[in-house]
């Protein structure tokens, strides 16, 4: 296992490189600089601006020195926000945006659970039908829709909750983290539902139900460990799906994560702070599918040895 | 507005139900899993149980005013930032030299407390109060002023609006670097209160300029203490660190979060000050916004969505502003190839558009149709009107250059960046100029930076555009046309327009000969037509009833030293 995952942490080396050099001149052919504005900039002005932040150089020399930069662990200056530091922005935004991803993937996992399980017991029946109809709608459903719509119902007509902000106000993290999760919980209940009606046809489950064990021990002591798992094999992508996709929540709702810096950086062509953004969440990514991998063999014996034996 | 947590408490029952039927079923494997996922939803649930006030309610109560201010400030120094989100904060921040009426704009005392002009008009002594001090206590003297006017000019600190300090003598050649020493420039230091200033021209603007960003002064011991003058990454406007000279000062600052300034007790007249603190939120997007609003957690809007405005306007119209702002939008031609080399072609297109249509029925009524590319009411100033809706002279002058009904005109394509309103307006433009002229124009929408790039190349037949006063006077709109104006953005070239705009109207006898070479001026411009005026901005924002003292005006300034909250305004 050791082994494992040492290999897979120097796969990701080459991984990271090249996502890095390639956003790097991508972003430099996008048209617009970051001190192109509406008001047009006098050439001695933009020329200073340029000269502060090394812009002035060559794009060669420019992306060594950034590379040398990244190595210690800086990610330079934004240049939209003067004084202040991609790391500190980071910083900043990553434990908001993590934190309603954490919450969101909860609320997957309970409702999604849930409602793939119940659907597997009694497959093509009524319940199933219900609960896939509303997992399909789920998955359908944008989240720029959900959002405000939710919002319209429980904050605005009801006045249960707020409409937007983020550990601002008793409550405000609800609306957000239910709408984020519930695509999530869409397909954790379509994945949860066939990983349970396979497992739930084996051999051992039958030897279960013969020793008289009632259905709810079957189900979750037998059935769950072995159908849960294409969701956990899930869980890694989609928690770096939510920690890169949750701008529109973000937005919707006003909160300071960082998926609005990292939008608004390309809109503004902070090339620092995209750069810096992109290069943390590739990480994050690698991270997440690593784990998932490792909790899958965890979870599946006959994966462990495979894994186990590399 | 009140809220109760009926649904939370409820849920939270379930939800302690469920965890109880959980922890007592004994399960090896599954158990702890289930708890700590129960037990974080539980969490999240039961934190939602809490007081029913809204803000605007606690706000009312404590004097703190809530307002959305559309986007994070890129930071806090006057002599960076460009947008209008800073500018609000700014002028809660800092004072200018010289101030300004809220309603009418006028100069009126801020920390100068009077002033003398020269006969010849160029000459400015300023008086500066002698109370006038930086929120630590700190006096602000001429020299601060002095000191800051050479920061934010100096070609080193990168100052977007640099520009707006040439209007003083030879600052022009100390901002482009070919003047080294700043003491040539028209700025004096008398004495420790008293600051004399030499413009290049006589210009009745220039007290208006005062109380413009680029004009303020920042607290040399604090921008010193944390680097070089010019240096733009410094930790100086930072909580805790900066210090500022206007009605508030700064109390907090939350990355994309909230800003908030609270009263300053040094300020000269904190007496007049109502508000205890303020606090500002960057809410981009303007849905977001109005729900905020709705839900009472902000007592003012920075905008409004279009499709609102009927509803606000019918049901709570004592909510709903919308004020005359300094500003034109337009679309501009590239001059320098055809068909719009041609001022034929373009005078047909502009006499075929119905600006009425697009203001009453696209816009909502929320703006005013334009003839003139500078607004209406700039300081006695009465714009020629040039260009109207006329169908019929449209077609014979799209035939006179050799186009008869259209026929052999070229492919030409309407450029404008993202966005619904601009491109509802560029759709009935299209059709407009279909139907009259019977020529058809493409649509081009391209995101913002890829569309000034655009624009800056000249790679465009007609581009939309806009451009909003940062004073009130008409050189301020018609300096556009200027060939060496980089925001002229048109190709438009023409020697004795940029005479009449550099030579003529700033030696003018009079303020009266001054507004005669502008009509002039501006005459020859709209004959010309490199730019065609659609319409006026307006100001449209929502604000509660409880807020009192925000005057509109037309630069949509806040003085928030006047604003009060009243409590009966629930």
Same mark, same amino acid.
């Given at each position: 296992?050791?082994?494992?995952i040492?290999?897979? =942490?120097?796969q ?5 490189w090249?996502?890095v050099?390639?956003?790097f ?6 048209p ?7 008001k047009?900039?006098p050439?001695v002005?933009?020329?200073a601006?340029e ?10 020399s ?10 210690q662990g ?13 790391n ?5 935004g ?6 309603l991803?954490l ?15 119940v659907?597997?017991?009694k497959?093509n029946s ?14 359908c ?5 959900l ?5 319209l119902?429980f904050g605005?007509?009801?006045e249960?909750?707020p409409?937007?902000g ?12 239910i709408t984020?999760?519930a $695509?999530y ?10 990983? $349970?009606?396979? =497992?739930m046809s ?8 013969a ?5 709810y $021990? ?12 294409p =969701? ?12 890169s996709?949750?701008?529109v929540?973000e937005?919707v709702?006003?909160i300071?994560g960082?998926g609005r810096?990292?939008?608004?950086a ?9 750069l810096?953004c992109?290069v ?6 690698i991270?997440f599918?690593?784990?998932s ?11 462990r040895?495979?894994?186990g034996?590399? | 507005?009140s809220?109760s947590c009926?649904?939370s408490?409820s ?5 302690a ?8 079923m ?7 899993h289930?708890k !700590? ?7 999240l ?13 606690s706000g009312n109560r ?15 120094d006057?002599?960076?930032?460009? !947008?209008?989100p800073e500018n609000h ?8 030299l ?10 009126i ?6 002033w ?10 300023f008086y500066i ?6 929120s ?6 001429a020299?601060?002023?002095r000191?800051s ?6 070609p ?6 640099a ?6 003598k030879?600052?022009?050649a100390? !901002?482009n ?7 040539q420039v028209g700025?004096?230091?008398? /004495?420790?209160h008293?600051?004399e ?5 006589p210009a009745p ?13 920042v607290p ?6 944390h ?6 990454y ?9 210090v500022?000279?206007?009605p508030?000062?700064l ?17 000269w ?8 603190e303020?606090?500002f939120y ?5 849905s977001?916004?109005?729900?905020m609003?709705?839900?009472?957690q ?5 905008d ?6 009927p ?18 939008y337009?679309?501009q ?7 719009f080399?041609?001022?034929r072609v ?6 075929a558009?119905?600006r009425?249509?697009?203001?009453? /029925?696209?816009?909502?009524g ?5 003839y ?6 700039l300081?006695g ?6 260009v ?5 002279e ?8 050799g186009?008869p009904?259209g ?5 030409v ?15 009935a433009?299209?059709?407009m100029w279909?139907n009259?002229l019977?020529?058809?124009v493409g649509l081009t929408?391209q995101?913002?930076k ?6 800056n190349r000249?790679d ?20 556009l046309?200027?060939?060496s ?9 023409v020697?004795?327009?940029d005479?009449?705009i ?6 003018a ?5 001054r507004?005669?070479e ?20 307006k100001t449209?924002?929502?604000?509660h009833p409880?807020?009192k003292g ?15 909250l009243?409590k009966e305004?629930?």
């Amino acid at each position: 296992m050791g082994k494992f995952i040492f290999y897979r =942490v120097l796969q990701a080396i080459p991984v990271l490189w090249i996502v890095v050099t390639i956003t790097f001149f991508l972003v430099r052919f996008a048209p617009g600089g970051p001190f192109d504005a509406e008001k047009s900039v006098p050439p001695v002005v933009k020329a200073a601006l340029e000269a502060q932040y090394n812009l002035d150089q060559p794009l060669i020399s420019q992306y060594f020195s950034y590379m040398g930069d990244l190595l210690q662990g800086d990610l330079g200056p934004t240049f939209k926000y003067p004084g202040r530091s991609v790391n500190e922005l980071i910083a900043t935004g990553f434990p908001v945006t993590a934190e309603l991803g954490l919450y969101a993937i909860l609320v997957a996992l309970v409702i999604g659970g849930i409602a793939g399980i119940v659907a597997a017991l009694k497959p093509n029946s009524t319940q199933d039908y219900v609960s896939m109809s509303i997992a399909m709608i789920g998955i359908c459903m944008p989240t720029f829709l959900l959002g405000p719509l939710l919002v319209l119902v429980f904050g605005i007509w009801l006045e249960w909750l707020p409409v937007s902000g983020w550990g601002d106000l008793p409550g405000d993290k609800i609306l957000p983290s239910i709408t984020l999760g519930a $695509m999530y919980a869409a397909y954790v209940a379509r994945l949860s539902r066939g990983g $349970m009606m396979e =497992v739930m046809s084996q051999d051992y489950i039958r030897t279960a139900r013969a020793k008289g064990l009632p259905n709810y $021990m079957v189900v979750l002591k037998h059935g769950l460990r072995g159908g849960i798992l294409p =969701v956990v094999s899930y869980l890694g992508p989609a928690f770096a799906g939510i920690l890169s996709g949750s701008f529109v929540i973000e937005t919707v709702f006003q909160i300071h994560g960082l998926g609005r810096f990292y939008v608004q950086a390309a809109f503004n062509r902070d090339y620092t702070l995209i750069l810096g953004c992109t290069v943390f969440l590739a990480g994050l990514i690698i991270l997440f599918n690593l784990l998932s991998d490792v909790v899958a063999a965890y979870l599946n014996p006959r994966l462990r040895s495979e894994v186990g034996s590399k | 507005m009140s809220k109760s947590c009926s649904l939370s408490s409820s849920a939270c029952s379930v939800f302690a139900f469920i965890q109880h039927r959980y922890m007592t079923m004994h399960f090896s494997f599954l158990s702890w899993h289930a708890k !700590g996922v129960l037990i974080l939803c539980a969490t999240l649930l039961l934190s939602s149980c809490g007081s029913g006030e809204s803000r605007v309610e606690s706000g009312n109560r404590d004097g703190v005013l809530h307002i959305g201010n559309f986007a994070e400030p890129q930071t806090l120094d006057p002599h960076i930032h460009t !947008g209008v989100p800073e500018n609000h904060i700014s002028m809660a921040l800092f004072e200018g030299l010289v101030s300004a009426h809220p309603k009418t704009l006028q100069p009126i005392p801020g920390m100068a407390e009077r002033w003398e002009v020269s006969e010849d008009g160029k000459t400015y002594r300023f008086y500066i109060r002698k109370n006038a001090k930086w929120s630590d206590g700190v006096s602000i003297t001429a020299e601060d002023y002095r000191w800051s006017w050479e920061r934010a000019s100096s070609p080193m600190m990168g100052n977007q609006y640099a520009y707006m300090l040439y209007i003083i003598k030879n600052v022009e050649a100390w !901002g482009n670097g070919t003047l080294k020493d700043f003491d040539q420039v028209g700025v004096r230091v008398i /004495d420790e209160h008293t600051l004399e200033v030499e413009l290049e021209n006589p210009a009745p603007y220039f007290l208006n300029l005062l109380n413009h960003h680029s004009f303020y002064a920042v607290p040399r011991h604090v921008v010193l203490a944390h680097g070089k003058m010019t240096d733009q990454y410094t930790q100086w406007v930072r909580p805790g660190n900066i210090v500022s000279n206007g009605p508030f000062m700064l109390k907090d600052w939350k990355i994309y979060h909230q800003l908030t300034v609270e009263k300053n007790p040094n300020y000269w007249d904190a007496d007049t000050v109502k508000l205890n603190e303020i606090t500002f939120y960057p809410v981009e997007n303007y849905s977001t916004e109005e729900r905020m609003f709705r839900a009472g957690q902000i007592h003012k809007t920075e905008d409004i969505p279009l499709d609102k405005i009927p509803y606000y306007r019918a049901n709570e119209p004592e909510k709903f502003r919308n004020n005359p702002y300094l500003g034109t939008y337009y679309y501009q031609f590239n001059v320098t190839r055809p068909p719009f080399n041609d001022v034929r072609v373009r005078r047909a297109f502009a006499l075929a558009i119905d600006r009425k249509t697009i203001a009453k /029925d696209i816009m909502y009524g929320v703006v005013d149709p334009s003839y003139s590319i500078t607004p209406p009411g700039l300081s006695g100033y009465n714009p020629p009107k040039l260009v109207s809706f006329d169908p019929k002279e449209a077609k014979r002058l799209l035939a006179e250059a050799g186009y008869p009904e259209g026929k052999g005109f070229p492919e030409v394509d309407l450029l404008y960046n993202t966005n619904e309103s601009h491109r509802k307006i560029a759709v009935a433009v299209q059709q407009m100029w279909k139907n009259i002229l019977n020529v058809s124009v493409g649509l081009t929408n391209q995101e913002w930076k890829v569309y000034i790039d655009s624009r800056n190349r000249l790679d465009y037949d007609i581009a939309r555009a806009g451009w909003i006063g940062d004073y009130v006077d008409p050189m301020n709109f018609l300096d556009l046309g200027l060939s060496s104006n980089g925001n002229n953005r048109s190709g438009y070239n023409v020697p004795e327009y940029d005479q009449m705009i550099l030579k003529t109207i700033p030696e003018a006898s009079s303020p009266e000969q001054r507004l005669e070479e502008f009509y002039k001026a501006e005459t020859r411009f709209m004959t010309d037509l490199p730019f065609v005026p659609i319409y006026n901005y307006k100001t449209k924002y929502l604000v509660h009833p409880s807020v009192k003292g925000l005057h509109p005006n037309y630069l949509d300034y806040y003085y928030f030293k006047y604003v009060s909250l009243e409590k009966e305004g629930n």
